[in-house]
């Protein structure tokens, strides 16, 4: 793993239904690191927003924060890293909606972000 910054201390922020995942996370993360991170276990606020309360509390360096996020704007200068969450999906099933949707609707052009 390429270490590009020099952060002593990072914390993982995870949702409520990931901290499942938490530990073998950080378990991967410090032997790559060869360096402890810290699990924020209970966020002070919606598990969207960035905590930068709970990492302050370890003086934390940056956070690496995964699942949605909503991009509340910060008045905090700590940097942080997005990891979303990837879903498989079914391209085969999702044709078949989508043409159905298509006839539901008369239309057939169509805008995803």
């Known amino acids: ?21 938490s530990v073998e996370v950080s378990f991967k993360l410090q032997e ?10 209970d966020t002070a606020y919606e598990s ?7 990492a302050s509390h370890v003086n934390a360096d940056a956070i690496i924060h995964y699942g949605s996020i909503c ?5 905090e200068n700590l940097p942080y890293l997005n990891i979303y969450e990837k879903f498989e999906i079914n391209l085969e099933e999702f044709k078949e909606r989508l043409i159905s949707f298509s006839r ?10």
């Not at 270490?3 to 990931?18: A, G, I, S, T």
């Not at 969207?48 to 709970?54: E, G, P, T």
């Not at 991009?71 to 008045?75: K, V």
């Open 48 to 54: 969207c927003c960035l905590d930068f309360i709970a």
């Open 71 to 75: 991009f509340s704007q910060t008045a």
């Open 104 to 113: 539901e609707k008369g239309r057939s052009n169509f805008s995803f972000w």
């Open 32 to 41: 790559a690191l060869n360096q402890t991170v810290y699990i924020m276990g």
């Open 1 to 21: 793993m390429d270490k590009k910054n020099d952060f002593k201390r990072v914390c993982l922020q995870f949702p409520d239904h990931l901290l499942p995942d």
